[in-house]
């Protein structure tokens, strides 16, 4: 940002916060008071309409939740039995706002281990703030069966298949994929972020199969982005980064 844009917000700043539901009589009133010159057509008109956008955003960007509440086994319905990695009191559901592909508000909810929640919601706070689009946000008990679990209570993979469904989402009790280790999502330490925007690719697997990659598309996740920074600030790596595969989708802080 150069010195003339940085003193530009600046101004701008000083003026919002005292000049509120802006019109051109509101601003040229509050310019005489300092001394000012007021200001004529057309540039009375641009400033107004550039003090109420920057108005709104300041309001946008203040409106953010970021809750942090614990759950329980009922809570976590199918998502969650005995015998995975993490007990529920080491869980916890998050209540956090994200700006969506139809370009408007949103609050959605999301399961991580308690000891990442906090750098969890702050990375969120940074992608509303810059309006990086996700489609949903819920938690993944909400897509499960009692057929996608074996007589043990263990989640059985299913058939490659497209997500219709497009849900950004943390904790999940399951092994992972093409494996039999516990995936990090099985402590609650990994998010999946736009599935069908971000799909993981292992030679010529896609998961979702209707996964399509494409930093022209909205809500995809490209390396030195947004998500990468503030995910990584959070403490998760990006699974864009794997040598062996590609999980585009995937953000984890135990860096599998």
């Given at each position: ?81 005995p015998g ?35 750098g969890v ?136």
């Amino acid at each position: 940002m150069t010195r003339r844009v940085l003193v530009a917000v600046i101004a701008l700043a000083a003026i919002a916060l005292t000049v509120v539901g802006c019109d051109g009589e509101t601003l040229n009133r509050w310019r005489t008071e300092r001394g000012l010159a007021p200001l004529v057509e057309p540039e009375l008109s641009r400033q107004v309409e550039a003090l109420n956008r920057f108005e709104t955003e300041v309001r946008r960007r203040a409106s953010f939740v970021g809750e942090i509440h614990p759950v329980d086994a009922g809570r976590l319905g199918l998502s969650w039995h005995p015998g995975c990695p993490v007990p529920p009191t080491e869980l916890r559901l998050l209540r956090l706002s994200y700006w969506g592909f139809d370009n408007a508000a949103h609050v959605g909810e999301l399961v991580v281990h308690r000891r990442i929640a906090p750098g969890v919601v702050r990375a969120f706070n940074t992608l509303w703030n810059e309006k990086f689009p996700i489609e949903r946000m819920e938690t993944s008990e909400k897509y499960l069966t009692p057929e996608m679990f074996d007589a043990s209570g263990n989640y059985i993979p299913q058939p490659n298949t497209p997500d219709t469904v497009n849900a950004t989402q943390g904790f999940m009790c399951r092994r992972t994929t093409r494996a039999t280790s516990w995936s990090a999502h099985a402590s609650g330490l990994a998010i999946d972020i736009n599935p069908v925007q971000n799909p993981y690719v292992s030679g010529s697997l896609v998961i979702p199969l209707n996964g399509t990659r494409s930093a022209a598309n909205p809500g995809t996740i490209v390396a030195g982005d947004v998500v990468v920074t503030a995910m990584r600030n959070a403490g998760l790596s990006w699974g864009g980064n794997f040598r062996t595969l590609k999980d585009f989708m995937h953000f984890s802080a135990t860096g599998h």
